[in-house]
């Protein structure tokens, strides 16, 4: 079945590539909820990340024709995706430090995600649980919107796009090395910020 829908879809990029809208259209509409929810996550802003999206696939586009493996289209579209949040995180950075300065930042990177928490657990599971689930991912993301920017893209790739270094390495453009290394420090700085928010709101 996968190798049916990769087929597919490569027969949609060839069509896109030569001009049919319609096709591009279908491969906007599988590929926009990963892209802007990887933008939001970045970011943290909805309209940003809304404008960020728009500019990605004018981009991916305009660019068709110059992808050689149509059946690598992820990896490119993600490094599209990935040069782009980085021009924009640059020139709108007094922007966004007020955006999370004003504490939206998580709550805005929450909606980003695919899933709830409650999509994890059984219905079986009491209140009390969902709550420590849903207060910990919060935390999560506080943590993550702390951290470096170098340290959060590799994250964020890696553990909740789920893509492997190797392909990372493609996206980004840097050693496979650089990559664990950014995955090590960045896991580092993450578990001492969620220590330290974990201990701050249980003494509240």
């Not at 599988?30 to 999206?53: Q, S």
């Not at 024709?65 to 149509?70: I, P």
């Not at 709108?92 to 990177?109: C, V």
């Not at 009390?128 to 893209?153: A, D, G, H, M, P």
Request: net charge neutral; hydrophobic share 35%; with cysteine.
């Amino acid at each position: 079945m996968a190798e049916q829908d990769g087929n597919v879809e490569v027969d949609l990029i060839r069509k896109a590539s030569s001009g049919d809208i319609g096709a591009f259209e279908q491969i906007f509409l599988k590929h926009k909820k990963r892209i802007y929810n990887y933008c939001l996550r970045m970011v943290g802003n909805h309209e940003i990340a809304k404008e960020a999206t728009q500019d990605i696939f004018i981009r991916v586009f305009k660019g068709l024709k110059s992808l050689r493996d149509e059946k690598l289209f992820g990896i490119w579209i993600m490094r599209i995706a990935s040069n782009l949040i980085k021009d924009v995180i640059s020139k709108k950075k007094h922007e966004l430090k007020l955006f999370i300065d004003k504490g939206e930042y998580t709550n805005k990177r929450m909606e980003g995600y695919n899933s709830s928490p409650d999509d994890h657990m059984s219905p079986d599971d009491n209140p009390e649980e969902k709550l420590i689930v849903n207060e910990n991912k919060r935390i999560l993301l506080t943590c993550l919107s702390e951290i470096n920017q170098t340290y959060r893209e590799i994250l964020i790739l890696h553990y909740i796009e789920e893509i492997k270094i190797e392909d990372i390495s493609e996206i980004t453009g840097l050693p496979e090395g650089t990559i664990k290394s950014r995955l090590s420090r960045g896991r580092v700085q993450i578990a001492e910020k969620f220590k330290y928010y974990q201990n701050k709101e249980g003494n509240q």
